[in-house]
């Protein structure tokens, strides 16, 4: 691949974080100007390109912004951030591996994944306790133990010896791990929650307890051997526990003063919480209890962080779908050896805005830039326009709202198809397939297109077809599950009430359940699809997923030829997106087949030589150019051929000089065409059994037309012919 | 233009060149602090006694509240009293985009017990007393004469009754008065009384079918609401189809009220707008959309078999006036013992929307010849709109004070305007005191002026052969090649501020002779907006597949970091991407040319 090293550069047609740089900006005014220069192109690549799902937590930095309402005594949160809000009083909550939601979402998606169970199968609502308090509490359980461990050691060993050191260093860490949670009174509530609970209930749950105080307490026999079990002394004081006493004291001390530290004005209460949660064993310290005060407390605390994390997933939601969707775009090249690594560029920048007039200029130039020259480096050749509007026209039904129904989606992560033909209108002209799919919602789903078929989608990209630009359309359907909307209730605990003997208690009424509804959480297609392309345009992929048989892979070219519909191409290279439902009937497989459109996922049941494939496959890859010989839509890899016989011919042939394009094609065995025809058995073959390649030159018109036919049915590409050194006329 | 006879000529045509220069001048303008009106408001006093039970079965009076409330600009505030023996609903004055609330308080009332009119009508009024506002009406419906339990108490409320009509007189508050029923049928009705001591305005209808058209009267004859009717369509029980095209592009509002004497469903309508809510009753429903963006409008819906469905359009705008001022300064007829120039003052007059005020109004053929009436420092003028432009003049003697008032009584459809507009106007220049030797500064002048002309043309042809300069006024000459691809063109920046999609102009459809302009081409492809020089920049085919680009304009082209040349001719290869700033200088546009 000495000559074009890619074929699956992608840009991210999305908004990940509006206070990044993004490619309008970067580009920036391009009056008068054709192409960008290097040091901007490089510029560009630093802010927007990215190589795997780190580099983009890294580069863009997703944050969801929250402050505190004072009118309505609340957390709020937003993506973008607030103008008119001090800085002090806007916290960021960094949307990463840590930040729990996202968490509990990768949690599920792992263990589906790895149980390969199906979407009615699973459990979600299990999988999803991970963001109730009693999970988080969980997590600093092991935190404070290992601080204790080590602070125990540390604590023993004298001054100035290097192990103390090495443990302070460790310390550091746990330390810094810690004060994230004292840090903000949001991810103290989990804590005090939590820590209501063990003290009102002694981390009751387990057993019963009638409505009577616990007091704990020593199994002894009495007088008379009777078993009994007595009220352990409060000044019974065991050397041990002094002994654990004085590490508690002193990581008591360390903890307040680190909370001081970071916090300028204290206060009692909350210190106290956290030097309780991060140092629970201090058995001879008593403090008083209120019951009815804690019992509210509890409640109040409990509703605040139900609410508050409502509202949270209401705004980090649609974030983490474009993130999971990034993720499994990366997700979907795994290999053993790295080679041609997708690369995805992240516009960062509302679609709608870029396909303003004011701002296509922008978008010419840079892809001028990328795709126009003879430096292949930086070409994009896929691009991702997700979440396309299911709804197009703007229709006013007058009806009663009889029953509270679901709160229509704002329109402000659904991007239209208008949007979108502008687009396409220009990445014709570079070149660029575009893999959209519809916004996320139950009606683009697996369960969706399995029950109601393809005719909806179909009709609904109408408007792109028959265009000039609709071979450069890839329609994506369904979009993934990653927690169904009917399985998406997180219960996070039930609220307390004071019994008759004024003992705390966890109700049982229903209506005390504190629940929360994610309402589903979804992928959509196009980031798979366009990951799983780019994947196959690596060699060593193709080899990996092929190895096993016999077929061989050629490393030097890459997969534009690769149609996974041939053979049982689809069996052999597949997501990694774990299946979701049974399958399509036989019936809607029959009518996508008989439309032969868009690009399908099938969550088929399938086994290859007996092996059971439990992944997604591609079911069709075809775009919205129309054949009207065949009646059907074209697959989409004869446009990627094309597109790279014609950057290689132009390469090849020093921008189509004639005698050139003459060699180009000959039956020399070091021409262009004679080498490929030389691996046309391989996988990755450029030209395969059964295809052809041919050209005429047309003297008059100074045109070379080429014919790639491709099993007999042709595709044709006109160049002009660069007459500069010979046959002026 | 004026004539000094006694001067010489040359000194004639120096006073020439002053007094256009002086042409193109313009003061700034000040406009006053805006000036909203008080508004108006309005109480509906609804009768809801028990005899309104036989009178009105089917509550048609509820919907004939709504008819009326939602028909009325955002000026008018709604107030809302229902009485029978007692006031059994009210509801306080409420803005334009509450009013779903007096609907609702509506919905609730039952017609039953006794008629206390006078309660009512004291309260009503007792509301709008003690109001701010321009104008205060109140429109009471009513099926009959007061009646309560006794005589005393009747007599009583015939008292609070009339009291409340002087009341209303005082104050200057007019009753419309609905009468319904047959008890009503005597137009010399006590409760009639009202309108006249009141210069209200009395109807009467027989049966509850009849308030409908009752309303329609005072809403356009008593309130002067601008609204046209564009369609009413004879319900056949199916789906039912209406298409119509509304010149109200960049109306604040506009309301489309369906009207039927039975019940009207599944109404869906398609349009364009900013934002839209609907509302709907039994045999009304309404549709208010704000700041539609297209004129087209496409309703469906499904009638009663045997009824008719009216549809009204009733928009709304919220005007800022504007005025630009350009000024023409002769020399005086009788110069004699005068000190300054004749000065005439050309006002032009253009109406802009409050909120945004790049956005100019009724420039559409549908408001041409409209009359507007204005003040102008008192003096009462009637002015006809001309693509959205009232031109007037007016001479000046000194710096002055312009303050115009406009009255958009006339215009059809509903205005709220921001108040007057206050301009300064300046003061004649003051005429030369002594004349210098004229012949021999402009021979000067002239002499001094052609050999610069010669020195530059001279210096401009050794250093820039090529490419060849055209005669300026000419069209470039017409090419023999032929017209291959096409142009992509996009509007980077306008005038107005709208996004106009991207374009696409096809030239290989064009003949090889013809020489295309800017202006044309866009012209073709729909865009309306006008860029300053378009018409003079050209396009004509060239050799190889190369389009010619000739910019006779003063409009900044680029291409590749080198601004064209004027009247220069520029091959342009295919994939070639062009910039143009218009002479505006502020519309923009990118054209790429694309095989």
């Known amino acids: 691949m000495e000559i074009i090293s890619q074929t699956n550069r992608t840009l991210l047609l999305d908004v990940i974080n509006p206070q990044e740089q993004d490619l309008l900006t970067l580009v920036g005014d391009v009056r008068g100007i054709d192409s960008l220069d290097d040091d901007k192109m490089r510029e560009i690549n630093q802010h927007l390109e990215c190589c795997s799902y780190e580099d983009v937590e890294r580069k863009f930095q997703p944050v969801v912004w929250s402050f505190f309402d004072a009118s309505s005594q609340s957390v709020k949160y937003t993506l973008e951030k607030p103008e008119n809000i001090p800085e002090n009083m806007l916290t960021p909550i960094h949307v990463n591996e840590s930040e729990n939601f996202q968490k509990a979402v990768l949690t599920v998606m792992n263990s589906r994944k790895a149980q390969g169970l199906l979407n009615v199968e699973f459990e979600f609502e299990k999988l999803l306790e991970i963001i109730s308090p009693k999970k988080v509490m969980d997590d600093i359980k092991q935190v404070r133990k290992e601080i204790q461990y080590n602070y125990k050691k540390y604590a023993e060993l004298e001054e100035g010896d290097p192990q103390k050191l090495d443990l302070g260093d460790k310390l550091n860490l746990l330390f810094e791990d810690a004060s994230k949670n004292y840090n903000n009174i949001m991810a103290m509530l989990p804590l005090a929650i939590e820590d209501i609970k063990t003290r009102l209930l002694l981390g009751g749950g387990e057993q019963q307890q009638n409505g009577q105080t616990i007091v704990p307490g020593y199994l002894s026999l009495g007088e008379k051997g009777e078993l009994k079990v007595l009220e352990a002394p409060k000044t019974d004081v065991t050397a041990l526990a002094t002994l654990d006493d004085n590490v508690n004291t002193g990581l008591m001390e360390v903890i307040k003063e680190d909370y001081q530290a970071f916090n300028s004005e204290t206060n009692d209460y909350v210190q106290n919480l956290v030097v309780r949660t991060f140092c629970p064993l201090s058995s001879t310290q008593q403090t008083e209890i209120d019951v009815d005060t804690e019992v509210a407390n509890y409640n109040s605390y409990l509703e605040f962080y139900r609410t508050s994390k409502d509202n949270f997933i209401k705004v980090v939601k649609p974030l983490l779908e474009k993130l999971l969707g990034i993720r499994m775009f990366f997700d979907q090249y795994k290999t053993k050896t790295k080679g041609m690594r997708p690369a995805l560029v992240i516009a960062n920048v509302s679609p709608e805005m870029m396909a303003k007039s004011s701002y296509l200029p922008r978008l010419i130039t840079y892809l001028n830039t990328t795709n126009g020259k003879n430096n292949f480096k930086d070409t994009i050749w896929y691009a991702i326009y997700p979440n396309v509007s299911w709804n197009q026209n703007v229709t006013t039904r007058i009806q009663r709202e009889r029953f509270k129904g679901n709160v229509k989606k704002a329109s402000m992560d659904v991007y239209s198809m208008d949007a979108l033909a502008n687009l396409l209108d220009v990445f014709k002209d570079y070149r660029v397939e575009t893999f959209f799919s519809f916004e996320n919602r139950e009606e683009t789903t697996f369960n969706a297109i399995a029950a109601e078929g393809i005719d909806k989608a179909v009709e609904k990209c109408a408007p792109l077809m028959g265009k000039a630009f609709s071979e450069f359309a890839i329609p994506v359907l369904p979009n993934f599950t990653v927690i169904p909307k009917n399985k998406s209730g997180v219960v996070l605990d039930s609220r307390m009430k004071v019994s008759e003997n004024n003992v705390a208690e966890l109700s049982d009424a229903k209506e005390d359940i504190m629940r929360l509804w994610i309402e589903g959480v979804y992928i959509n297609g196009a980031y798979v699809a366009a990951g799983f392309r780019a994947a196959c345009q690596c060699p060593e992929f193709l080899k990996d997923r092929f190895g096993k048989t016999k077929a061989v892979t050629d490393m030097e070219l890459p997969g534009v030829r690769f149609d996974i519909e041939a053979g049982n191409n689809a069996l052999l290279a597949y997501t990694t997106m774990p299946k979701e439902i049974t399958g399509f009937t036989n019936s809607i497989k029959s009518q996508i087949n008989q439309k032969n459109f868009g690009w399908i996922f099938a969550s088929e049941n399938a086994s290859l030589n007996g092996e059971a494939v439990t992944n997604i496959t591609v079911y069709k890859a075809r775009n919205l150019l129309y054949d009207a010989e065949h009646s059907s839509y074209e697959p989409v890899y004869k446009t990627q051929v094309t597109t790279y016989i014609e950057r290689i011919l132009r390469y090849v042939t020093g921008d189509f000089k004639e005698d050139n394009i003459k060699n180009f094609f000959s039956n020399n065995p070091q021409s262009q065409k004679s080498k490929w025809l030389a691996k046309k058995d391989c996988v990755n073959a450029i030209i395969t059994e059964g295809d052809s390649l041919e050209y005429t030159i047309d003297e008059a018109n100074g045109v070379c037309e080429l014919t790639i036919s491709f099993n007999g049915s042709p595709r044709n590409l006109e160049v002009l012919i660069n007459r500069l050194t010979s046959n002026m006329p | ?595």
């Open chain 2, 1 to 595: 233009m004026m004539k000094r006879r006694h001067k010489q000529g040359a000194c004639q045509i120096l006073c020439l060149l002053a007094a256009l220069l002086a042409v193109s001048v313009c003061t700034p303008i000040r406009v006053k602090a805006r000036e909203l009106s008080e508004g108006k408001s309005i109480v509906f006093l609804l009768d809801a006694s028990g005899s309104m039970k036989s009178n009105d079965p089917q509550r048609l009076a509820i919907d004939s509240i709504a008819q009326l409330i939602y028909s009325l600009p955002s000026d008018y505030q709604m107030g809302f009293v229902a009485y029978n023996s007692e006031i059994t609903a009210n509801l306080d004055f409420v803005l334009s985009d509450q009013r779903n609330q007096i609907m609702e308080e509506a919905e609730t009332i039952e017609y039953i017990g006794y008629s206390d009119a006078g309660t009512g009508l004291e309260y009503a009024v007792g509301m709008l007393a003690d109001q701010q506002a321009d104008e205060k009406h109140v429109v009471m419906l009513s099926d009959g004469e007061i009646l309560m339990k006794d005589d005393a108490s009747t007599e009583s409320s015939k008292q609070q009754y009339q009291q409340a009509v002087q009341q209303a007189a005082d104050v200057g508050i007019r009753i419309h008065v609905i009468g319904l029923g047959d008890e009503m049928e005597d137009m010399n009705n006590f409760i009639f009384s009202a309108a006249e001591a009141t210069n209200g305005k009395s109807f009467y209808t027989p049966q509850a079918m009849g308030i409908q058209e009752a309303i329609d009267s005072v809403l356009t004859e008593e309130l002067g609401i601008k609204q046209s009717t564009i369609a009413i369509i004879d319900a056949d029980g199916g789906t039912e189809t209406v298409s119509a095209e509304l010149p109200y592009t960049h109306a604040d509002k506009v309301r489309v009220l369906l009207t039927s004497s039975a019940p009207i469903t599944n109404l869906t309508a398609n349009f364009q707008a900013d934002s839209a809510k609907q509302m709907n009753g039994s045999r009304y429903s309404l549709i208010e959309m704000s700041r539609p963006a297209e004129s087209k409008l496409e309703l469906s819906f499904e009638g009663t078999a045997g009824n008719q469905v009216r549809i009204n359009v009733i928009p709304e705008y919220y005007v800022s006036l504007k005025g630009e001022v350009a000024y023409t300064d002769e020399l005086p007829a009788e110069a004699e013992g005068k000190q300054y120039y004749d000065r005439t003052a050309e006002i032009k007059y253009s109406f802009y929307d409050v909120e945004n005020q790049d956005v100019q109004l009724w420039t559409q053929d549908f408001f041409n010849h409209t009359k507007i009436k204005l003040t102008e420092n008192g003096q009462e003028k009637e002015l006809t709109l001309n693509n959205g432009v009232m031109e007037t003049v007016c001479p000046v003697t000194e710096n002055m004070t312009l303050e115009t008032v406009p009255d958009y009584s006339d215009m059809p459809v509903n205005v709220i305007g921001d108040g007057a507009l206050v301009m300064e106007l300046e003061g004649p220049p003051v005429l030369p005191a002594e004349e210098p030797p004229y012949g021999l500064i402009a021979g000067l002048a002239v002499v001094g002026l052609a050999a610069a002309a010669i020195i530059i043309a001279v210096i401009i042809k050794s250093r820039k052969p090529k490419p060849v300069p055209l005669p300026p006024e000419d069209r470039p000459e017409p090419s023999r090649y032929s017209y291959t691809g096409k142009l992509n063109l996009y509007i980077t920046r306008t005038q107005s501020g709208y996004d106009i999609p991207p374009l696409s102009f096809n030239l290989f459809r064009l003949p090889s002779g013809r020489v295309i302009s800017m202006k044309e081409i866009l012209e073709s492809c729909g865009v309306k907006e006008v860029f300053a020089g378009a018409d003079m920049i050209y396009f004509k085919s060239g050799a190889n597949r190369n389009l010619i680009l000739t910019n006779n304009s003063d409009c900044t082209i680029m291409k590749n970091r080198e601004i064209l040349m004027k009247k220069k001719s520029y091959q342009l290869p295919l994939e070639a991407k062009v910039d143009i700033t218009f002479e505006d200088e502020i519309s923009e546009l990118m054209f790429q040319y694309k095989d």
